[in-house]
C-alpha cells in the first residue's frame, strides 16, 4: 500500500481535489446570505455527497439537508443526518418500503406531481399519529417534473389529505435558471388558491444555486436548497454566482501526451471530468494556465487546445476547473480535502452511485 500523501505533489492522478477553506467560506456565505434574507436553508447534498460537509452545513445553521434518491439518503441518516427532503417522485413498493423505514428513523419529507405517487404513498404510509409530509412539486418553466397548474395543485392537496397517513407540507420547484420571478409568480397564485380552500403552505421551497443570490425581499421562498454553492465551478462562474476564486473542487490530471505545440493530452477524460457541458463551449480549464482549455474528452484522455503563448510537457500536473462540480464528485471513490498544498483528508464518497 502506497503511504498516505501529505502534500499534493504526493497525490496521484487524476483525482478530485477539494480546497478546504473555499468549501467552508462558501457554506458560512451562503448561511449568512440566507439568514439575512429570513429564508431557511436546505442544501442539496448531491453536489459533494459526504456526510462530511452535509454535517458541517447544518452545524453552519441549515434546517436540514437535501438528498435526490433514496440511496443518497439512506447514507446521510446512517452518518447521523436527521432532517432529510426527498424531492423526487418515488414509485414502486421496494422503493416505498425502504423510504418507510427510513421514515422511521428520520424527519423525513418528500415530493409528488402526481395522482399515482400520491396514491402509492397512501398506501404505505398508513400511521395517523406520525404521517409522512408531503409537498407537491410544480413545474414553474423548468419543463422538468411538476404540476402544471394550481388547480391541479389543489386536486393533488385535497388527495394527500384524505389519505390517513399523509400530511399536505406546502410546494417545492426547481425553477429555470435565470427566471426565479416567474416562479414566484406561479408558486404565489398555487399558494392563494390553495389558502383560499383551506390548505395553509408551511413550506415554499425553491432551488438553484445561480439565483440563490438575488434578493429575496418579495420572495414568497420560505426555504432554499442550492447544491453546487459548496464547490462552484465554471457553470457558476460563467452565470456570475461566484469567482474563480470560489471555486474548490479541482480535478489534478498528468500530462500524458504533447504531440504539437498547441495541443495536449491528459490521463482524464469522460470518466474523470464528464461530458456535461451545461451549455458552455468546452469541458473545463486549466487553473492558472490562461489558454488552456479541455475542449474534448474521450473515456481516459482529455484533450487540451492551447493558445496565447500556453504550453504544456509531458509528466507535467495541471488542475482542471470543470464545467459541472456535481458530476464529477460521483465519478471517483474518494476526494482530497486540502489547504494549500497541504493534504488534511481523504474521504470516500460515501453516497457515491447511490440511484435508486
Not at 175 to 203: I, V
Not at 244 to 259: E, F, G, Q, R, Y
Request: aromatic share 4%; hydrophobic share 45%.
Amino acid at each position: 500500500m502506497s503511504p498516505r500523501p501529505k502534500t499534493i505533489a504526493e497525490i496521484d492522478t487524476p483525482a478530485v481535489l477539494i480546497d478546504l477553506d473555499r468549501a467552508e467560506r462558501n457554506i458560512a456565505r451562503a448561511q449568512a446570505a440566507a439568514d439575512a434574507a429570513g429564508v431557511k436553508l436546505r442544501p442539496h447534498i448531491k453536489t459533494h455527497k459526504l456526510p462530511y460537509f452535509a454535517k458541517k452545513q447544518v452545524e453552519a445553521g441549515a434546517a436540514g439537508i437535501t438528498c435526490q434518491k433514496i440511496g443518497e439518503a439512506e447514507v446521510m441518516a446512517d452518518a447521523g443526518l436527521t432532517d432529510i427532503f426527498l424531492p423526487y417522485n418515488i414509485i414502486g413498493k421496494a422503493k416505498l418500503e425502504r423510504l418507510l423505514a427510513l421514515h422511521r428513523r428520520v424527519t423525513l419529507s418528500v415530493t409528488a406531481d402526481s395522482a399515482t405517487t400520491v396514491a402509492g404513498l397512501a398506501e404505505m404510509f398508513t400511521d395517523a399519529s406520525r404521517p409522512l409530509k408531503v409537498l407537491i412539486e410544480c413545474d414553474t418553466g423548468a419543463a422538468r417534473c411538476g404540476v402544471q397548474t394550481a388547480e391541479q395543485a389543489l386536486t393533488l392537496a385535497k388527495q394527500i389529505a384524505s389519505a390517513p397517513g399523509l400530511t399536505f407540507g406546502g410546494l417545492m420547484t426547481y425553477p429555470a435558471a435565470g427566471a426565479p420571478e416567474a416562479a414566484e409568480t406561479w408558486l404565489a397564485d398555487a399558494r392563494d388558491l390553495l389558502a383560499k380552500e383551506g390548505f395553509a403552505c408551511e413550506t415554499v421551497t425553491s432551488g438553484g444555486t445561480p439565483d440563490m443570490w438575488r434578493r429575496q425581499d418579495a420572495a414568497i421562498v420560505t426555504e432554499y436548497r442550492p447544491g453546487t454553492y459548496i464547490y462552484m465551478d465554471r457553470y457558476q462562474v460563467e452565470k456570475g454566482a461566484a469567482s474563480a476564486d470560489d471555486c474548490a473542487l479541482t480535478v489534478l490530471a498528468t500530462v500524458v501526451s504533447a504531440p504539437t505545440p498547441t495541443r495536449a493530452i491528459l490521463d482524464s477524460g469522460s470518466k474523470a471530468l464528464s461530458s456535461d457541458l451545461l451549455g458552455l463551449p468546452d469541458h473545463g480549464e486549466l487553473v492558472g494556465i490562461p489558454g488552456a482549455r479541455v475542449t474534448a474528452l474521450s473515456e481516459e484522455h482529455g484533450k487540451v487546445e492551447l493558445s496565447g503563448g500556453a504550453r504544456l510537457a509531458v509528466g507535467d500536473r495541471v488542475r482542471v476547473l470543470p464545467d459541472h462540480a456535481c458530476v464529477v464528485t460521483n465519478l471517483f471513490d474518494e476526494v482530497y480535502l486540502i489547504s494549500g498544498d497541504r493534504v488534511v483528508d481523504i474521504l470516500p464518497v460515501a453516497a457515491r452511485g447511490k440511484l435508486s
